[in-house]
């Protein structure tokens, strides 16, 4: 489980997360919503402690993140996270691409982190694609690409930072796709999403962020279909 009690994040003198509580459990799958500032991305990066906070704190299967005593690199493992850009290594190999962490990081033979490698690029659908170098994909393969290179450290949480944001419209729909899959198989996954329908379908809970506090958060039946917050309805009234 994660879990975040009191949360609070500064840049400079903008507070940007404003005490926030959450409790995310092992196989949910949670989507974060809200306008563009509101401190949804913020909230990804302290998870995985990308970001350091001003009080509060954010545990990880009772290991606190942000503690001096915790090796960050290890506990950051657990937690794959997939960004707005995919960030590939132009000079290696999709295969290479996703082998290269469990190589270097968990000290796989290179064998082992190859066949680890093909296994997570066929999971995602870019099984023909081994030997193809990123600038030979499409966007949506090289955002795949960078779910299967986290995929391959074999994490229990994923973090997806607006994944199809910087892609083109037709492209959106196959990494969706990919995520689908993942939630189908019970992977853990905090979704901060601009995909209102992906969110419906696929969400067990979707949380509403609004200046860095958690407005509301229930059932994706109950957010969009009888929301209750009248911030949350002037949200949702912009965006249809």
């Given at each position: ?36 500032g509101s401190g949804k991305s913020t909230l990804l990066y302290c998870i995985n402690g990308l970001e350091p906070i001003q009080k509060g704190s954010i ?110 419209p037709e492209l959106v729909g196959e990494v969706l796709d990919a995520m689908r899959l993942l939630a189908q198989e019970g992977m853990t996954m905090i ?7 992906f969110a419906r379908d696929v969400s067990d809970r979707v949380a509403f962020v609004h200046e860095g506090i958690i407005e509301e958060i229930d059932t ?21």
């Amino acid at each position: 489980m994660i879990e975040i009690r009191g949360l609070e994040k500064f840049f400079g003198n903008l507070q940007v997360l404003k005490g926030v509580d959450l409790d995310v459990r092992k196989g949910e799958v949670l989507s974060i919503i809200g306008a563009s500032g509101s401190g949804k991305s913020t909230l990804l990066y302290c998870i995985n402690g990308l970001e350091p906070i001003q009080k509060g704190s954010i545990k990880v299967d009772g290991t606190d993140v942000h503690a001096k005593s915790t090796n960050i690199n290890h506990l950051r493992q657990k937690m794959g996270m997939v960004f707005q850009q995919w960030n590939s290594f132009p000079h290696l190999t999709a295969l290479e691409n996703v082998a290269l962490a469990p190589k270097i990081v968990k000290g796989m033979s290179k064998a082992q982190a190859r066949d680890i490698a093909a296994k997570q690029l066929e999971h995602v659908g870019l099984g023909d694609k081994l030997d193809a170098y990123p600038s030979a994909l499409s966007g949506g393969q090289q955002q795949r690409l960078a779910i299967a290179r986290a995929l391959a450290m074999e994490p229990t949480y994923m973090l997806f930072d607006e994944a199809t944001s910087a892609l083109d419209p037709e492209l959106v729909g196959e990494v969706l796709d990919a995520m689908r899959l993942l939630a189908q198989e019970g992977m853990t996954m905090i979704c901060v999403t601009h995909e209102m329908g992906f969110a419906r379908d696929v969400s067990d809970r979707v949380a509403f962020v609004h200046e860095g506090i958690i407005e509301e958060i229930d059932t994706p039946t109950e957010i969009f279909g009888a929301p209750k917050s009248d911030l949350l309805k002037k949200f949702l009234s912009n965006i249809r």
